[in-house]
Nanobody
Framework: EVQLVESGGGLVPAGGYMRLSCAAS????????IGWLRQAPGKEREGVSC????????DYADSVKGRFTISSDNSKNTVYLQMNSLKPEDTAVYYC??????????????WGQGTQVTVSS
């Protein structure tokens, strides 16, 4: 059974940084793609970043390129999202998700419960 548990959200001032973690179980990082999505109030869910060892892909939304970095620690079955130079518009609930196709097309099959990130202006 695939399980994803996010942590690391909270309140940060604009210009600050934060690292989100996603503890994963029930699958191999070598087979699936793992990504982060976010949803702000009143807005559609947005793909933020994705990493796939299988497809050798690391992808970022244009809105976060140069500021966010996705990484994985296979020994800990954990994926991280390092977020720097945070902006108020980054405020959202952030979800960790898994794509069993391993393709990083942001068509995810499993989701975590989400963690709130709030960036104050």
């Amino acid at each position: 059974e695939v399980q994803l548990v996010e942590s690391g959200g909270g309140l940060v001032p604009a210009g600050g940084y934060m690292r989100l973690s996603c503890a994963a179980s029930g699958f191999s990082f070598d087979d699936y793609a793992i990504g982060w999505l976010r949803q702000a109030p009143g807005k559609e869910r947005e793909g933020v970043s994705c990493i796939s060892r299988r497809a050798k892909i690391t992808d970022y939304a244009d809105s976060v390129k140069g500021r966010f970095t996705i990484s994985s620690d296979n020994s800990k079955n954990t994926v991280y999202l390092q977020m720097n130079s945070l902006k108020p518009e980054d405020t959202a609930v952030y979800y960790c998700a898994v794509d069993i196709d391993g393709s990083c097309l942001y068509e995810f099959d499993y989701w975590g419960q989400g963690t709130q990130v709030t960036v104050s202006s």
